[in-house]
């Protein structure tokens, strides 16, 4: 089939400010809490009061200062936007300050104007991993209302500032993973005999409201720009046709889709209740929360997608078959990355379809991609064709999803340049089109190479899709 990709579809990659930029407290910018996570999600606990040692993400790739010819290089594939999200501390640097710090407004002005003089838009996340450290010592993160206030602020400083530039948004990163990852996502802390699982759902809710409050200022500010959510999507498959299994998978997916029904169609899912109610507590809501989360829905749903999972109501399957990264069965059917994140092209088009008749709203894929070891050949290629292998298979089945009647705005490659990885903090875990010289221990000189998956995205940006 040739692919038929829409018009002014958005062809670009996505990368975090913690992730790439590095500076991390360069021009009066403050610690995130990305800051203290010595080896990312997976492999480290937070340093909350002892002394930060030589941190990936403290220098990552140097983009702070190496935007200009980086983007060139995606200006070089052809991209025409470039999703990327602005540091909160570099804005505010302990996230609620009485004044916003200008070098740090000023660089994202820098940021922008370069992109756009290069053709790309700028597709911005408020906030991708990276919330100020100073609201988590002093508010403990989201489970305090005040970040409402915060958040609110920061948005419309930066609405403010960056509305003639930006004219597409989304509020948070991956906001369902304050369920998987409470202190990157939401900068939560547990005390002892805490309630882990209601603590996450009502740092949720604030988030929830914050994020409507950020659509509403957002329309305000801009009204000719879009804001949408973005969530960490995936299919879930019961292992078999057991019903119990099937009643799994149900409860699984509904924990990503909890977040998309509030954003998307504006009030709690009715599920919600007996989930919170089964586990022991209620959600506290302040007087006109229900009524700010109805009026501001979202304009379109992002989502990143990388992987499938499968649930069985056999606690024994999980045993014999292992588990994968969000706490399901691998899948016999499909092969996995090398750190077991099983590649399922065909699942892109599920979700597609999945999360489009569900919420009838345009839908944004802002992330996807491989994660591999690369070598650098004798003479400086790259030959990832496992790289373009992936992209090719899940482009394919993006192509099937418009062609099933799902409205997509857009496709970004998760980092389109080698980055700092969000789960395990190496470096060595590479996604990009463009490959970093740098090792896991932060060794290296930072050159720039083209992969050969380069060219062939440029190829297929150059013939929007219709060569993959
Ligand atoms: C998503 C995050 C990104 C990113 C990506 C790849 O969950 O939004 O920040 O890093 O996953 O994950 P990893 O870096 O762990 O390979």
Redesign the pocket.
């Known amino acids: 089939m040739t692919a038929k990709f829409p018009k002014n579809f958005l062809w670009g990659g996505a990368i ?1 400010a913690n ?1 790439v930029e590095g500076a991390y407290n360069a021009d009066g910018k403050g610690l995130s809490v990305a800051d203290v996570m010595p080896r ?1 999600i997976l492999n480290s606990e937070p340093v909350l009061n002892g002394e930060l040692g030589d941190f990936p993400y403290h220098t990552a790739i140097d983009f702070y200062h190496t935007y200009k010819d980086d983007n060139a290089l995606f200006a070089e594939m052809g991209f025409n936007c470039l999703r990327l999200s602005i540091g909160w501390s570099r804005i505010f640097p302990n996230g609620d300050d009485a004044e916003p710090n200008e070098a740090g407004l000023q660089y994202y002005d820098d940021v922008f104007d370069d992109l756009l003089s290069k053709g790309m838009q700028p597709v911005v996340t408020l906030n ?2 990276d919330l100020p450290l100073g609201l988590v010592t002093k508010y403990g993160g989201w489970r305090s209302r005040e970040l409402i206030t915060a958040y609110e602020r920061y948005c419309k400083t930066v609405f403010t500032r960056y509305q003639s530039k930006v004219k597409i948004w989304m509020t948070f ?2 906001i369902n993973c304050v369920l998987h990852a409470p202190f990157t996502a939401a900068g939560l802390v547990f005390k002892e005999g805490e309630n882990k699982l209601q603590l996450q759902f009502q740092a949720a809710h604030h988030q929830l409201v914050a994020s409507a409050l950020a659509v509403k200022a957002c329309h305000e500010i801009i009204p000719d720009a879009k804001i949408g959510c973005m969530i ?1 999507a995936w299919p879930t498959y019961p292992d078999t046709c057991n019903p119990d299994d099937t009643l799994k998978a149900m409860a699984k997916d509904r924990q990503m889709l909890f977040f998309g029904d509030v954003q998307a169609r504006g009030y709690y899912p009715s599920y919600a209740k007996r989930l919170f109610r089964e586990n022991g507590f209620e959600i506290e809501m302040a007087t006109g929360d229900e009524a700010i989360l109805k009026q501001y829905a979202v304009d379109y749903v992002a989502f ?1 997608y ?1 992987m499938s999972q499968v649930e069985s109501a056999d606690p024994d399957r999980r045993e014999k078959t292992g588990g994968n990264l969000m706490g399901g069965l691998m899948n016999p059917y499909l092969k996995a990355s090398e750190w077991g994140w099983q590649i399922d092209p065909k699942g892109m088009r599920i979700i597609l379809n999945q999360l489009y008749d569900r919420y009838q709203k345009p839908l944004f894929i802002v ?1 996807n991609g491989l ?1 591999a070891i690369d070598s650098v050949n004798a003479d400086d290629s790259i030959s990832d064709d496992y790289r373009i292998d992936y992209l090719r298979d899940h482009l394919q089945q993006v192509a099937e999803g418009i062609a099933d009647g799902v409205e997509l705005m857009g496709y970004t490659t ?1 980092g389109p340049i080698d980055l700092v ?4 903090g190496e470096m060595k ?1 590479r996604y990009g089109f463009i490959y970093v010289d740098k090792d896991n221990e932060g060794q290296g000189t930072g050159r720039r190479l083209r992969k050969k998956s380069f060219y062939w995205y440029k190829d297929v940006i150059a013939t929007n899709g219709e060569e993959l």
């Open positions: 975090a992730q990312g991708h991993y990163n991956e960490a990143s990388y992330e994660g998760w990885s969000a789960s395990t875990k």
